[in-house]
């Protein structure tokens, strides 16, 4: 079982505490995988959320998403450790962990962060529902009369040092 963080970098003006939104749904991460048995990268990306769960084979428990690789037919499987971490107008510009992913037979070399984030404004607390699907995103803050605005985002997966877990 390997922890694999998965960290982002992004310009954020005048707004903060850039979130996924699960205050009615649960978010969905959108990953590439690749298979730890022959290396070949999902075509396709697969949705995994810490709301379904299903069984890893020969009783080792549940986890976020199983899957079979379609070419060496391996199992492998996803869970989500903790919760989400905001990325907040102090990491601006920098790399930081907003997930951690509990990986088994698989590592993820892929993301789109696509719709379903919000975040706030820096001073005026104002909450947005914020998409990402055109890899930014620009709004008026009109309570503190500002433009708002997340552009240039990055992510990049990293080694992560073990889960932090308490939140789950
Ligand atoms: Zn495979």
Redesign the pocket.
């Known amino acids: 079982m390997t922890v694999i963080d998965l960290q982002i970098k992004a310009e954020l003006l005048n707004v903060t505490g850039l979130v996924p939104d699960e205050s009615e749904t649960a978010y969905d991460w959108h990953l590439k995988t690749r298979?730890s048995?022959?290396n070949?990268v999902t075509a396709n990306f697969v949705t995994v959320n810490d709301v379904e769960t299903s069984k890893i084979s020969g009783s080792r428990g549940d986890a976020n998403l199983v899957m079979r690789?379609k070419?060496?037919k391996?199992e492998a499987s996803v869970g989500i450790v903790g919760k989400p971490a905001a990325y907040t107008a102090e990491h601006s510009g920098k790399f930081a962990t907003v997930v951690s992913f509990e990986c088994r037979g698989l590592e993820p070399v892929e993301f789109e962060p696509r719709d379903g984030w919000a975040a706030q404004g820096a001073e005026s607390k104002t909450r947005f529902a914020v998409d990402l699907t055109e890899g930014e995103w620009y709004d008026y803050d009109e309570r503190a009369s500002l433009e708002v605005s997340i552009t240039e985002i990055e992510h990049r997966f990293e080694r992560g040092k073990g889960p932090a877990k308490g939140a789950k």
């Open positions: 298979c048995g022959c070949e690789c070419f060496c391996r």
